[in-house]
């Protein structure tokens, strides 16, 4: 078959929903594939990566992060028209794009919706996408929801269970895998914690990413450890004004390498994010790979807790408890046994389920339904 997929960016452009794409792209090797997705530039694109055609959409404005431009009309007009695709795979959420695509694609084209997550944030403009949205639901042969829990809550699924398909997210085990000079890297990453045991986050410093709970849980952390803290975002400095401990260090960026070792090193991953913004976990995923066990907090709706679960491969606590969280750290680093038992697990499920090749094999039986 011949599947084009519809993302908002694309490689080399990195994020979630974006690496998401590529390993389907690249990962579906018994389908010809191609891409649209918009240009973070206000220039018109075709070019390709590793094989693969895409065609890149400039971007005129930027309106609550939703990319627009006159010309994508014509764009995807033209890739349909030349890649001819038996399917198109529209990535969610994206609904300028999801507007024109459905003035565009013919009938006899099948329609797969991969929903990576609601519209949650812009609740003033969403009653302005909401017809859109449900538009594009009602076209679908197939939606793709990335865990039981997200389809279970999300309002705008529920007239629309029978097209619903269950793929989880993967991440990308080439860049987890112990690589050989990795065992020094991390013992000197160790040594410059003096030693202690490692509480290791990544993530944007953004408000649904919760670090503003970590820091506040660090004051009720009981065991010696040091809080080390990756990553950046608008909210960096006033979380480090925030912190007052010489045990909390900001570390900014780091390269796939420089993250392997840390998530190694680490005895227990901090992931606090707080809102349903955090669809599934992929950076939880990377971790429990590592076999770094994670405490969370519960969120409703999703995929989190289902990622790791709770006394199995981690520790969820009540979500925006502190002192819960602090405590959940605290047993984790003083208990070995019990670290080593869901350290174990937390490998063991990521293999079984949120692995490129799990994923690419789970989208392959929803494509067969198309055959």
């Known amino acids: 078959m011949r599947i084009l997929h519809i993302s908002k960016y694309y490689y080399p452009y990195l994020g979630g929903v974006e690496n998401i794409c590529k390993y389907l792209v690249e990962g579906t090797l018994n389908h010809k594939t191609a891409v649209v997705c918009f240009n973070d530039k206000c220039k018109d694109v075709v070019d390709e990566v590793n094989g693969i055609k895409v065609y890149r959409v400039a971007t005129w404005i930027n309106v609550a992060r939703q990319a627009l431009s006159l010309s994508y009309f014509p764009i995807l007009r033209r890739a349909i028209k030349e890649f001819k695709p038996d399917v198109i795979q529209f990535h969610w959420a994206n609904p300028f794009p999801a507007a024109v695509l459905l003035c565009l694609i013919p009938k006899n084209i099948k329609l797969v919706i991969h929903w990576h997550m609601d519209i949650i944030k812009h609740a003033k403009i969403y009653p302005l996408i909401k017809p859109i949205e449900t538009a594009l639901l009602k076209r ?90 990756a990553g950046n975002g608008p909210l960096t400095e006033e979380l480090k004004k925030q912190c007052n401990s010489n045990r909390v260090h900001f570390i900014g960026k780091l390269s796939n390498d420089e993250l392997r070792w840390h998530h190694y090193a680490a005895s227990v991953f901090a992931f606090p ?83 490129i090749s799990k994923m690419v094999s789970e989208m392959e039986q929803c494509y067969k339904e198309f055959e």
């Open 140 to 229: 679908a042969d197939r939606i793709v929801v990335t865990s039981p829990q997200y389809r279970d809550a999300s309002r705008p699924l529920q007239p629309f269970l029978k097209k619903v398909w269950i793929v989880p997210n993967a991440m990308d085990e080439s860049i987890f895998t112990i690589q050989p000079g990795d065992e020094k890297e991390i013992e000197k990453l160790r040594a410059k914690y003096n030693n202690r045991k490692i509480v290791f986050f990544i993530g944007r410093h953004i408000q649904y990413k919760g670090l503003s709970h970590l820091i506040e849980a660090e004051k009720y952390i009981k065991e010696d450890c040091e809080i080390v803290i």
């Open 273 to 355: 994010s707080i809102t349903k913004n955090e669809a599934f976990g992929v950076a939880l995923a990377e971790a429990m790979y590592c076999g770094t066990p994670a405490v969370t907090f519960t969120i409703e709706g999703s995929g989190v807790n289902w990622v790791s679960v709770n006394n199995e491969t981690g520790i969820e606590v009540a979500n925006g408890d502190n002192v819960a969280y602090a405590k959940a750290i605290d047993l984790l680093l003083a208990d070995g046994n019990l670290n080593s038992l869901y350290s174990k697990a937390g490998n063991k499920r990521v293999k079984e389920n949120f692995t």
